[in-house]
């Protein structure tokens, strides 16, 4: 089992910066494949970004290409997203989630799921 929260969501004016953060506990998180999605209200979930077990690969989805960075500390079981540039498009609550293998990382395909943090970016 891996235990995953999510934390550091809030509001923020466009053009402003967060960092979100998730922690895991439970399984060596270092094995993990770890991915960051969102939902916004009335729509269905997306991918993000996701970033390899080591940190040397990443992937984006193209609405954040340049503003989001995805990033991971194994000495403290923690994956980051920093979020700069932020637009009212990017309101959503920000889900953590962890899967074994880089495989498809952009599909729903997670093994586990944190219970999510809410961004909210005011015009």
């Known amino acids: 089992q891996v235990q995953l929260v999510e934390s550091g969501g809030g509001l923020v004016q466009a053009g402003g910066s967060l960092r979100l953060s998730c922690a895991a506990s439970?399984?060596?998180?270092?094995?993990?494949?770890m991915g960051w999605f969102r939902q916004a209200p009335g729509k269905e979930r997306e991918f993000v970004a996701a970033?390899?077990?080591?940190?040397?690969?990443?992937g984006y989805a193209d609405s954040v290409k340049g503003r989001f960075t995805i990033s991971r500390d194994n000495a403290k079981n923690t994956v980051y997203l920093q979020m700069n540039s932020l637009e009212p498009e990017d309101t959503a609550v920000y889900y953590c989630?962890?899967?074994?293998?880089?495989?498809?990382?952009?599909?729903?395909?997670?093994?586990?799921w944190g219970q999510g943090t809410q961004v909210t970016v005011s015009s």
């Open positions: 989630a962890a899967k074994r293998f880089w495989r498809l990382v952009r599909g729903m395909n997670y093994e586990y």
């Open positions: 439970g399984r060596t998180f270092s094995d993990w494949t």
């Open positions: 970033i390899n077990w080591s940190g040397d690969s990443t």
